[in-house]
T-cell receptor
Framework: DAKTTQPDSMESTEGETVHLPCSHA???????IYWYRQVPLQGPEYVTH???QNTTNSMAFLAIASDRKSSTLILPHVSLRDAAVYHC??????????????FGQGTVLSVIP | EAAVTQSPRSKVAVTGGKVTLSCHQT?????MYWYRQDTGHGLRLIHY???????EKGDIPDGYKASRPSQENFSLILELASLSQTAVYFC???????????FGEGSKLTVL
């Protein structure tokens, strides 16, 4: 399975814009890039996903490199509620539509008041 | 808002005992999944299902069985619980195709 590489931890201050990097050098053409986040004692929460084009929603902006070997999740104006473990995951859509997610360690984002 | 509910939220079991974790979704999703998470680690897929009355093995199925009696319900069964199965278990559901998985709140299992 193709894997991702993320920094173990990052720190930010409330109100700043945070750039969370993810490397996926062996990504294949049928793999989507997904981002989830998880806070303690809760299940993972979907943030965003993309295939080739940059995407944006109310939570974040996902910037995907033109060669798709890396991506960056951009969180504008972070608040304390954004403190979580952020997972960058490659999701292969196999024949039949089976969607498996393989989680890694993720990046622990700390937000300072 | 998608809803996935798990029960029990917390359970203490004895080694060798049988444990059943239940999951219910009200989203009309085709796919349901069971993951486990060990302290300080990512989630690992145990079993999943894409249709009622059928289940598939995930990445770590040994020691676990799964049952999907209806589209809404998906159970994880530990016939002979072991100490190594102490973990937090998450259920999730999704539509077929690209899109998000909706996770439940988790079930904390402690095997003594």
């Amino acid at each position: 399975d193709a894997k991702t590489t993320q920094p173990d931890s990052m720190e930010s201050t409330e109100g700043e814009t945070v750039h969370l990097p993810c490397s996926h050098a062996t990504i294949s053409g049928n793999e989507y890039i997904y981002w989830y986040r998880q806070v303690p004692l809760q299940g993972p929460e979907y943030v965003t996903h993309g295939l080739q084009q940059n995407t944006t929603n109310s939570m974040a902006f996902l910037a995907i490199a033109s060669d798709r070997k890396s991506s960056t999740l951009i969180l504008p104006h972070v608040s304390l509620r954004d403190a979580a473990v952020y997972h960058c995951i490659l999701r292969e859509l196999a024949t039949g539509g089976n969607n498996k997610l393989t989680f890694g360690q993720g990046t622990v984002l700390s937000v300072i008041p | 808002e998608a809803a996935v509910t798990q029960s029990p939220r917390s359970k203490v079991a004895v080694t060798g005992g049988k444990v059943t974790l239940s999951c219910h979704q009200t989203n009309n999703h085709d796919y349901m999944y069971w993951y486990r998470q060990d302290t300080g680690h990512g989630l690992r897929l145990i079993h999943y299902s894409y249709v009622a009355d059928s289940t598939e093995k995930g990445d770590i199925p040994d020691g676990y069985k799964a049952s999907r009696p209806s589209q809404e319900n998906f159970s994880l069964i530990l016939e002979l619980a072991s100490l190594s199965q102490t973990a937090v278990y998450f259920c999730a559901s999704s539509y077929r195709g690209p899109g998000q998985l909706y996770f439940g709140e988790g079930s904390k299992l402690t095997v003594l």
